[in-house]
């Protein structure tokens, strides 16, 4: 069946980093763009980043621009994120999502496949 799971957040100070991953299985991974979100405790679910399944195009919101880095890896069907100069605005449960027919990388109901999810807290 297909799974998406979600590993490496956990608690970190200000202005540290973290490296999430995302391995996936059950699908064609090359086929499809995956994509990470975050949900802040009383707030709706944000896209946060995409990598494409064709040429590796990437999107990230404004916010994370410059701090966050998404990367895949086809031969391990994972996908990555790089998270540098964490703030605490920063904290929430991030999700990957998967998608086969992505278009804007942001907009939750162009992926099919979502994880369970991995907390992120920053705070000193």
């Known amino acids: 069946q297909v799974q998406l799971v979600e590993s490496g957040g956990g608690l970190v100070q200000p202005g540290g980093s973290l490296r999430l991953s995302c391995a996936a299985s059950?699908?064609?991974?090359?086929?499809?763009?995956i994509g990470w979100f975050r949900q802040a405790p009383g707030k709706e679910r944000e896209g946060v980043s995409c990598?494409?399944?064709?040429?590796?195009?990437?999107y990230y919101r404004d916010s994370v621009k410059g701090r966050f880095t998404i990367s895949r890896d086809n031969t391990k069907n994972t996908v990555y994120l790089q998270m540098n100069s964490l703030k605490a605005e920063d904290t929430a449960v991030y999700y990957c999502?998967?998608?086969?027919?992505?278009?804007?990388?942001?907009?939750?109901?162009?992926?099919?496949?979502w994880g369970q999810g991995t907390q992120v807290t920053v705070s000193s």
């Open positions: 999502a998967a998608g086969s027919d992505v278009v804007a990388g942001y907009r939750q109901n162009e992926f099919q496949y």
């Open positions: 990598i494409s399944s064709s040429d590796g195009s990437t």
């Open positions: 059950g699908f064609t991974f090359d086929d499809y763009a």
